[in-house]
Every structure is written in C-alpha cells, then in structure tokens.
C-alpha cells in the first residue's frame, strides 16, 4: 500500500512529465541554441588567434624582405598576407611596412598600391590616417596636389591632427597659396605638444613665410626692424 509520502512523490513526477511533455521542445531547443553560441564564441577565438599566429610569421617574412631591400619579394609577400588574413593588425601594418620598401626602391606605383588598399581596408583610423599621410605625400611629389588635399582629408585620427595640418601646408605652399599655407602650419604648431622635436621644423616653415609664432619671437624684434 502506498504512503502519503509516495502519493505525494508520484504527483510532483506526474506534473513534472506534464510540464516537460509540454515544454521540453522549447527547453532543449533554447539549452542547444546557448551552447551552440558558446561553442562558436570559443571556436571564433580560437580562430582569431591562429590568424593572428599565422598573419604575425607572415608579417615577420615581409620585414625581413623589406629590411633586404628585396621589394619583388615585399609585394608578393604582402599580396599573400591580404589574400589571406585582411582583417588582421599585422596586415594592416604589412601594407605601411610594404609602402615604405617598395617606395624606397623606386616603385611609388606599387606603394600607392598597397597605401591605398590600407586606407580603404584598415579596421583602425590610426592605420588609415597614416596610410593617407603618406599617400598625400606621394601624390604632393607627383604634382598632384588635389588628390593630396583629398587624402588628407580622410586622415582624420585625432592623434595625427597635427601632422596632418603640417603635410596639408606642405600641399597649399606648393600651390602657391603661402596665407592658407601659414594658417595650417600655425595649426599644426599649436596641436603638436612642444616637446616632440618635429615642432621645431614646423617653426622653422613659419619663420621662413615670416610667421615666426607668437612663442619664439624675439621681443624687439619687429620694433628695430620698423624703426630701420
């Protein structure tokens, strides 16, 4: 004969097997869904990392490459590590590390290339300013002075806003435009902090357009000029 206490037991598994019969679908469904995520959440890393082990010996190919001054090899190589892994940092500095050899050995075609595909590619804004630095700095060699102003207007990480404006004086005084040229050089002396070494030079373009800042003036100056 049964007890209470089995009475009671059988009842609590009967409204268990009701409430499973009709919610256990749902349950091991939404049970499969959540492990599922968490196995390609692991998976995903994983993945990231073997890219980023892979893309970093890749990377190491191409410096050594560059450090050679072999610049047929830099491309190739550079060509694999975007096939490859485009979405990884290394790739990214890859494509500025490419740039530099190949424009060193006289191929600005091909490192305008690989600057191009950086700037367009490039997960950071810090990349890409720096890739569109240096395009402008091409196209300012090659006469190419609105293709210059355009690139640096897509430069826009707040870090380099300095260099930025100092590349984009560059650009005005090769067209002749020394006022607008003066204007941005004053930016990019104000925004540079005054112990990087490069303010100096920066200086240095003012005091030569006779817009020495305000700082290094010489008191005195300006008055014994006028009074000659």
Do not use: C
Request: charged share 25%; net charge negative; aromatic share 8%.
């Amino acid at each position: 004969m049964a007890t209470n206490l089995d009475l009671e037991e059988q009842e609590q598994l009967d409204e268990l097997k009701h409430f499973w019969k009709k919610n256990g679908n749902l349950i091991t469904w939404v049970l499969i869904a959540a492990l599922a995520g968490y196995a390609a959440w692991n998976g995903w890393n994983y993945w990231q990392r073997e890219q980023a082990v892979k893309a970093g010996a890749m990377f190491d190919e191409l410096d050594r490459a560059a450090q050679a001054g072999d610049a047929d090899k830099v491309t190739r190589v550079f060509a694999d590590l975007k096939e490859r892994y485009p979405r990884t940092a290394f790739t990214q500095q890859g494509g500025l590390l490419a740039a530099k050899g190949q424009f060193e050995k006289g191929k600005p075609d091909a490192a305008q290339e690989s600057l191009n595909w950086v700037g367009e590619n490039a997960v950071e804004a810090e990349y890409k300013t720096v890739a569109m630095l240096r395009l402008a700095g091409i196209s300012l060699d090659a006469k190419k002075y609105d293709e210059a102003l355009k690139q640096l207007d897509a430069a826009t990480a707040p870090e380099f806003a300095a260099l930025v404006a100092d590349r984009r004086g560059d650009v005005l005084l090769a067209q002749g435009k020394a006022n607008d040229a003066v204007a941005s050089y004053n930016k990019a002396w104000t925004q540079m902090d005054a112990k990087v070494e490069y303010r100096r030079l920066i200086e240095a373009k003012l005091t030569a357009l006779g817009a020495a800042p305000e700082a290094v003036k010489v008191p005195g100056v300006a008055a014994s000029g006028a009074a000659k």
